[in-house]
Structure formats: structure tokens, C-alpha cells
């Protein structure tokens, strides 16, 4: 079956600009996560969801990023203003209710200039 | 909080020997473990998952990974070594019940024909 897909792939954006990274999760899946990976380093977690519900945010770095799930599937993340240091690889992954194990998405590779 | 240690940052090893990549955790209370593991442009891959149960946990492709209490790690293995093995690979932690992964930085594994 289908995997993670996330949308673009690579976005260059300027600073100062808005970007929205979209996650569309294994169907069925309820729960929803965002991750950030820096070059070298491992994902860092920014925030999940519960079906619609955005249960921890608490990894989000500031107010400029938002995230939301409206109808309990696919996810937006959105940048405000975004900055040079924004610039990461954005990983959404999705699990199952009873799953432990999340299943990751190719990633959007943002880029700011 | 939730941490992981890769310590090493590259992992070279002949073709048919055993392959080793270390891990250690720190979490609240009991842990749940995972080994992800990286191809060049591709998502994360599941590879295998301690919840709870035997201390030896088998996975995909031929890797397992022994859980260790007392010495608070998790090293994935594999007996024997192929080529198509080089790949980054990631441990990951997260506290009994809570859904927020912690990656460690990643090893790079190179297998030597």
C-alpha cells in the first residue's frame, strides 16, 4: 500500500517568506508526527496528533511554526517569516493506534535563502 | 528528558563480518527502543522495536538487537554483512507510553567488499 508522502519534496523560499510542508499519512492512521533533521543529526521532534487533535506541541521551536490536522488526515506545517537557520529536512511520520513504531515520509528539504 | 547516544560516528566493516552499532538511552521509566535505518534520498525505515519481552528482538533483513537494562543500551547486530547494508542507521528512544521519539545523531555504516 501507499506510504507517507509529503509535498514539495525541496521548497526555496526567501526570508521573511511563509512556507506550508504538507504530510499526507498512511490511510488509517491516526497518529501524526512532525520531525526536523539538521544536516548530520538525528529528527527532532516538533509536535503530534491524535486524529485531529494536536496532543503535544511542546517541540515546535517558536511561535513562527504551526501545525494543524483539521480532518484527522493529512497535516500542514506551516512557517511563518521563515529564517535561514528554518532551513532543515522536514519529516512527517504516521502510526496506527495500538503501533509503536512510527513509518516516515521522504521528507521536504526547505531551504532559505 | 529523553536522550540517545550513537557514539561512533562511522562503522567500517569487511563484507561477511559481524556488523555492531552501538546505542545507549536515557529515559523516564521503562523505554520503548527502535533502529531506523537511512538510504541516500530515501525516508526513515523501520528495522525493529523493543516494547517489552525477550531482551533479543529480531528485525528486518537480518539485523536483531540485544535491549540491556543495567547498561541502559541497545546495540543493533547483524552476524553477517552485506554490501547493501551501508546505509545511515538511527537509534531511537521514547518513555513508556509517550509517542515523542528521541533519535540519536546516526552511524554511518560502510561495508567493505
Known amino acids: 500500500g501507499a506510504g507517507v508522502s509529503q509535498s514539495p519534496r525541496y521548497k526555496v523560499t526567501k526570508r521573511g517568506q511563509d512556507v506550508a510542508l504538507r504530510c499526507d499519512p498512511i490511510s488509517g492512521h491516526v497518529s501524526l508526527y512532525w520531525y526536523r533533521q539538521a544536516l548530520g543529526q538525528g529528527p527532532e521532534f516538533l509536535t503530534y496528533f491524535n486524529y485531529e487533535a494536536q496532543q503535544d506541541k511542546s517541540g515546535l521551536p517558536n511561535d513562527r511554526f504551526s501545525a494543524e490536522r483539521p480532518e484527522g488526515s493529512i497535516s500542514t506545517l506551516t512557517i511563518q517569516r521563515t529564517e535561514q537557520r528554518d532551513s532543515a529536512m522536514y519529516r512527517c511520520a504516521s502510526s496506527g493506534l495500538a503501533d509503536n513504531e512510527q513509518f516516515f515520509g521522504p521528507g521536504t528539504r526547505l531551504t532559505v535563502l | 528528558a529523553q536522550s540517545v547516544a550513537q557514539p561512533e560516528d562511522q562503522v567500517n566493516v569487511a563484507e561477511g563480518n559481524p556488523l555492531t552499532v552501538k546505542c545507549t538511552y536515557s529515559?523516564?521509566?521503562?523505554?520503548?527502543l527502535f533502529w531506523y535505518v537511512q538510504y541516500p534520498n530515501r525516508g526513515l525505515q523501520f528495522l525493529l522495536k523493543?516494547?517489552?519481552?525477550?531482551?533479543l528482538v529480531k528485525g528486518s533483513y537480518g539485523f536483531e538487537a540485544e535491549f540491556n537494562k543495567s547498561q541502559t543500551s541497545f546495540h543493533l547486530k547483524k552476524p553477517s554483512a552485506l554490501v547493501s547494508d551501508s546505509a545511515l542507521y538511527f537509534c531511537a528512544a521514547a518513555s513508556y507510553g509517550n509517542n515523542r521519539l528521541a533519535f540519536g545523531k546516526g552511524n554511518q555504516v560502510v561495508v567493505i567488499p
Open positions: 529515559v523516564s521509566g521503562n523505554p520503548y
Open positions: 523493543y516494547i517489552t519481552g525477550d531482551n
